[in-house]
């Protein structure tokens, strides 16, 4: 966990198979106004890895048990990809424990398009070899999904991720979880569960919808169509980056998220 900064609580929620590195170029900024925790989720990073089913309720539980640990009643919540759903579902789950909400390039929908689809699938096949027997090669190929610039996946990034599937059990956890997460955001049998359109009506809280043009999977008309049912929305859409925004477009992602979250 990577924490910084004081005030109101900033709860940082990484994307399948990700770490709180992913929000390495965002927390200085946000420390400037909030207390920002960047943490790794269950069976993720260095977080330990139990025997469980990685469903969302799995995530939800382990934010709600890291809040009270803590001593923190209430936060703003901002995930990416899996982490959005994961907030976004903590937000329906425990609507007093929620400031503002954030859900950046990953909300609880399923891909709209076959387009969308095929590129899910697509990263669901790279992360099968990349927790097969982890290799730079095989996590490389699996992290370039993430951006729209190769270039964006530099050696350090690499190297971490390497070292954090190079854990003992850590691969096969992580191919557990990416197994459920992204099988199942392509699953129609999950629709009835996780991935609901009618749920997001109930969102009590401002929400803000973080996304890019490039965003594979999960569309801009995703968002948009996600942001006409919740209650509170809005739409801020970036140009210049990907999957990860706060990575690729750190400045523009910070601004555009503080400005929300202070205003």
């Given amino acids: 966990m990577i924490e910084a900064g004081s005030g109101y609580p900033l709860f940082l929620l990484h994307g399948t198979g990700g770490h709180a590195e992913a929000y390495s170029r965002n927390i200085a900024?946000?420390?400037?106004?909030?207390r920002v925790i960047a943490y790794d989720m269950v069976g993720h990073g260095y977080t330990d890895a139990p025997d469980i089913d990685y469903d969302e309720q799995a995530n939800v539980d382990h934010?709600?048990?890291l809040m009270d640990a803590m001593g923190i009643e209430s936060a703003h919540l901002s995930g990416e990809s899996?982490?959005?759903?994961?907030?976004?579902?903590?937000?329906?789950?425990?609507?007093?424990?929620?400031g503002k909400l954030v859900l950046n390039t990953g909300?609880?929908?399923?891909?709209?398009?076959?387009?969308?689809?095929?590129?899910?699938?697509?990263f669901l096949a790279r992360?099968?070899?990349?927790t097969g027997t982890p290799t730079r090669e095989t996590l490389a190929m699996r992290m370039k999904w993430l951006f729209l610039e190769e270039t964006s996946l530099t050696e350090e990034?690499?190297?971490?991720?390497?070292?954090?599937?190079?854990?003992?059990?850590?691969?096969a956890a992580i191919r557990k979880l990416t197994e459920r997460a992204i099988g199942?955001?392509?699953?129609?049998?999950?629709?009835?569960?996780?991935?609901?359109?009618?749920?997001?009506?109930?969102?009590?809280?401002?929400t803000l919808l973080l996304w890019t043009?490039?965003?594979?999977?999960?569309?801009v008309e995703l968002a948009r169509q996600a942001a006409a049912d919740i209650p509170d929305a809005r739409v801020v859409v970036l140009d210049n980056s990907s999957h990860w925004p706060q990575w690729e477009e750190p400045e523009a992602f910070n601004k555009a998220q503080i400005e929300f979250l202070l205003g």
């Avoid at 900024?29 to 909030?34: G, L, Q, S």
């Avoid at 903590?90 to 609507?95: E, G, R, V």
């Avoid at 609880?108 to 899910?120: A, E, F, K, R």
Wanted: glycine share 6%; charged share 25%; hydrophobic share 30%.
């Fill in 29 to 34: 900024a946000h420390a400037e106004h909030f």
């Fill in 63 to 65: 934010l709600r048990d």
């Fill in 82 to 98: 899996l982490g959005g759903s994961v907030a976004a579902w903590f937000a329906l789950q425990y609507p007093e424990r929620v």
């Fill in 107 to 122: 909300l609880p929908l399923s891909p709209n398009t076959q387009q969308g689809i095929d590129q899910m699938e697509d």
């Fill in 127 to 130: 992360s099968r070899k990349a």
């Fill in 157 to 171: 990034l690499l190297e971490t991720r390497f070292r954090i599937y190079s854990q003992p059990g850590r691969a």
């Fill in 184 to 206: 199942g955001l392509i699953d129609p049998a999950n629709q009835e569960s996780w991935y609901r359109p009618d749920r997001l009506r109930e969102l009590k809280c401002p």
């Fill in 213 to 219: 043009h490039h965003n594979p999977g999960q569309p």
